[in-house]
């Protein structure tokens, strides 16, 4: 079985920026150029454009949480016209890549992140033409067949239920549905191993993944 999804895990939807460059709304260049000592002497990511943006936001530990995640893409202006990212949704952003439950993101997350984000955004725009920073219930509907799920009327009648306000869907929102739509996707394609379109979840192992996005 072909898995739907968001190009593919870690692929490329039209309108994302090539590997390595910086999405639209984020600097080219570092903020403030400075690599804590709790990186290691040696930045690897160094020339990498979007590595002084990451050291200017994350923590000592060299990781970036939820409330940092907010602040950066708020500063950054990546939204532009559109309400700026909940904390909810930035936690569940970090939660997505979060593979090892810490709560927090690396650099590699990070550039993962950005680079889907761009992805969802130029999606997200092609059907807001408006520019009023929603989307209608049949809009959505499209902008998730067009990244390549193939999911039922039921299913969609859900996630519309879920993620509308007022009988439309914000920029806030719609990111937060392709979150958890990539999330569980993933996490239900590692698990079938043999491609057959099915797989059997323990209880624990259930819970764990759907309440972790």
């Excluded at 530990?61 to 309400?83: H, I, N, P």
């Excluded at 970090?94 to 889907?116: H, P, Q, S, V, W």
């Excluded at 009988?167 to 993933?186: E, N, P, S």
Aim: charged share 20%; hydrophobic share 35%.
């Amino acid at each position: 079985m072909a898995y739907p999804g968001y190009g593919g895990y870690g692929g490329q939807m039209p309108g994302m920026p090539p590997q390595g460059m910086p999405p639209q709304g984020m600097p080219g260049g570092p903020m403030g150029g400075r690599y804590p000592g709790a990186y290691g002497a040696a930045a690897p990511a160094a020339n990498d454009p979007m590595w002084g943006y990451f050291t200017a936001i994350a923590g000592q530990d060299g990781e970036v949480d939820a409330e940092e995640l907010q602040r950066c893409l708020t500063q950054s202006g990546f939204t532009g016209s559109y309400t700026p990212f909940s904390l909810e949704t930035c936690r569940i952003m970090i939660a997505m890549l979060d593979r090892d439950y810490t709560g927090k993101m690396g650099f590699n997350e990070f550039k993962e992140l950005f680079t889907a984000l761009n992805g969802w955004k130029q999606n997200f725009m092609m059907f807001d033409q408006d520019r009023s920073g929603t989307v209608e219930p049949h809009e959505m509907n499209q902008a998730i067949n067009s990244m390549g799920y193939r999911v039922s009327p039921q299913a969609l009648n859900a996630i519309i239920k879920r993620y509308n306000r007022g009988g439309r869907i914000y920029f806030d929102d719609y990111v937060a549905c392709c979150v958890k739509l990539r999330a569980l996707t993933d996490t239900f394609r590692r698990r079938d191993t043999m491609q057959q379109g099915s797989v059997n979840f323990q209880y624990d192992d259930f819970i764990l993944c759907t309440m972790a996005v």
